[in-house]
């Protein structure tokens, strides 16, 4: 089959034409965009001669997002443990406690958390946080309800359960510490 001067000049601006769409796509995105230097980094605390630290530029935390976030941090570690790592995270609130609370951490909780965890398999918990509310807050203290997921594994068995706490916070200086964990598993 013979192609005639017609369809031979269609077929070739076609060509054409196709390969100068395909390059202009290509150049198209090619093209970088105009660069933008953002404005120079300020420091976010500037430390004083006292030891304190002063918040620049930024939002002064207030004692209710410091409750929070220290109440958080206690639900968190409080039931985060397992066999292998052991209880570095519920060790860690002796730090953010109050004495009867530090007592009651080392004399009763840490005992009964590893009573749980002696069995002949790996055993742990980890704690996530769900929700944190704030029920009372004063100029010394604050309560505040959590919400957890906890995920619970025994050897190769995984469960999931919900749990809630009650956490008593008392004000010491800037510091909030913890003076009460109240469970309702």
């Known amino acids: 089959m013979y192609m005639t001067r017609r369809t031979k000049i269609i077929i070739g601006v076609g060509f054409l034409l196709g390969v100068g769409v395909l390059l202009y796509f290509l150049f198209q995105s090619r093209q970088t965009p105009p660069e933008v230097t953002p404005p120079p980094a300020k420091p976010a605390v500037e430390n004083r001669d006292d030891g304190t630290a002063q918040v620049i530029g930024g939002v002064e935390p ?10 958080r941090f206690v639900a968190e570690r ?14 860690e609130l002796v730090a953010v406690s109050t ?8 004399g009763i909780y840490i005992p009964q958390v590893t009573s749980r965890m002696k069995t002949s398999v790996f055993y742990a918990e980890s704690a996530r946080v769900l929700a944190a509310t704030i029920i009372t807050i004063n100029d010394t203290t604050a309560g505040v309800h959590i919400r957890l997921q906890r995920q619970i594994t025994e050897g190769s068995e995984e469960r999931m359960n919900n749990a809630e706490l009650d956490i008593e916070l008392t004000r010491s200086g800037n510091t909030w510490l913890v003076s009460g964990i109240f469970e309702d598993r």
């Open 62 to 71: 207030t004692p209710e997002s410091t409750a929070l976030r220290t109440a």
């Open 78 to 91: 409080y039931g985060t443990f397992s066999s292998d790592e052991g209880l570095n995270g519920v060790q």
């Open 99 to 106: 004495p009867q609370t530090t007592e009651w951490l080392t």
